[in-house]
């Protein structure tokens, strides 16, 4: 019980004590009486309180008393009986692709092995999410990735190159209303917009996107996919034909915790068998809850590369930090 509700039943008691009639041999409630003169005048003497009416103004003053406490107190700890609910639906919303929510996602990935001289990279991916209300039936969900990367050097131990990758900018049209079957189709791109050339494609790319789920009780099961093709750009680069598969598996818990699972598959469909896939398996766990007014999700997961590219990492961490922003 908070502080604020155990003042209040205190309080309550206190109250409730001292308005009690003066016969313990009389029960309020059934207007019970014992064995006494039957006279009615005896009887009413009987029902006579005791009490005086200077008492009775002072328990009053009292009650008065504790209400204001109880008001300044509530006002101090403030009392949400829903919050646990409340950080525990918005965990579910934040692990929806096409939810209808507003987020600002910070997501580190350190990957450990990375390169001819085993180094790690680091790509932090800012993820601005905005849905665009269309009409009532339909919604149009923007989901921006760009990558801030440090990238170790491939051809001596030492020096890293810095800056930003090429930015993926994706649209999602979805049902406004959705049934038990949530579902999200559009367009994805891929931008040169990386500062150095090792950190990018430097080819324009397009191509489709899905993303399908479902939020049975407090699961939250479904897996987004895109494939991009490369169409014009530098004539000396590679062109580009990539898949990249992401399923998501979470189970929510009280108080916004949840454990989740949510690596990234891809597959380069320009080069040799040995170094086409990355496949991860692992998980971890994440929290939703409320610093002030601000809703963050916070969450940790660790992954193992069953298969990997011959300079692709052995294995990656993967903490997101994240601003909710509900309506």
């Known amino acids: ?100 929510l507003i987020t600002l996602p910070f997501q580190e990935n350190m990957n450990y092995g990375y390169g001819p ?9 800012i993820e601005p999410v905005i849905p665009i209300h269309l009409n009532a039936e339909w919604n149009l969900i923007s989901r921006t990735i760009l990558p801030v990367e440090s990238q170790p050097n491939f051809f ?10 090429d930015l993926n900018p ?15 189709l559009g367009p994805t791109f891929v931008f040169p917009t990386a500062s150095h050339r090792v950190l990018g494609s430097g080819k324009w790319s397009i191509g489709p996107a899905a993303v399908i789920l479902a939020m049975p009780r407090s699961w ?25 598969v992401q399923y998501f598996i979470s189970y929510n818990f009280p108080k916004g915790w949840y454990l989740t699972s949510s690596p990234i598959n891809t597959a380069d469909w320009m080069v040799s068998s040995r170094n086409r896939w990355t496949i991860p398996l692992g998980g971890g766990a994440g929290r ?15 992954f193992y590369n069953v298969k990997k590219p011959v300079i692709g990492p052995d294995w990656s961490t993967r903490l997101t930090f994240a601003l909710l922003f509900p309506e």
């Open 117 to 125: 001289f085993n180094k790690m990279q680091n790509v932090l991916n």
């Open 1 to 100: 019980m908070s502080l604020t509700l155990a003042i209040f039943y205190f309080c309550s008691k206190i109250c409730c004590s001292e308005h009690q009639p003066c016969h313990p041999e009389r029960s309020e409630g059934s207007r019970q009486y014992t064995k006494t003169d039957p006279s009615s005048e005896k009887r009413s003497q009987d029902d006579k309180p005791c009490c005086s009416s200077s008492k009775m103004a002072k328990v009053e003053m009292r009650r008065v008393v504790y209400f204001f406490l109880f008001y300044i107190l509530s006002l101090i700890f403030p009392i949400n009986v829903f919050a646990d609910d409340v950080d525990t639906q918005l965990a579910k919303e934040a692990q929806n692709p096409v939810a209808d």
């Open 170 to 184: 994706t649209l999602f049209l979805s049902p406004a209303n959705p049934s038990k079957i949530i579902w999200g």
């Open 156 to 165: 001596r131990p030492e020096g890293r190159t810095n800056g930003i990758g």
């Open 220 to 244: 939250v099961l479904g897996v987004l996919a895109y494939n991009v093709w490369s169409f014009t750009g530098q004539s000396n680069r590679p062109n580009v034909n990539e898949l990249t």
């Open 288 to 302: 939703t809850f409320h610093i002030g007014k601000q809703a963050i999700n916070l969450s940790l997961q660790a």
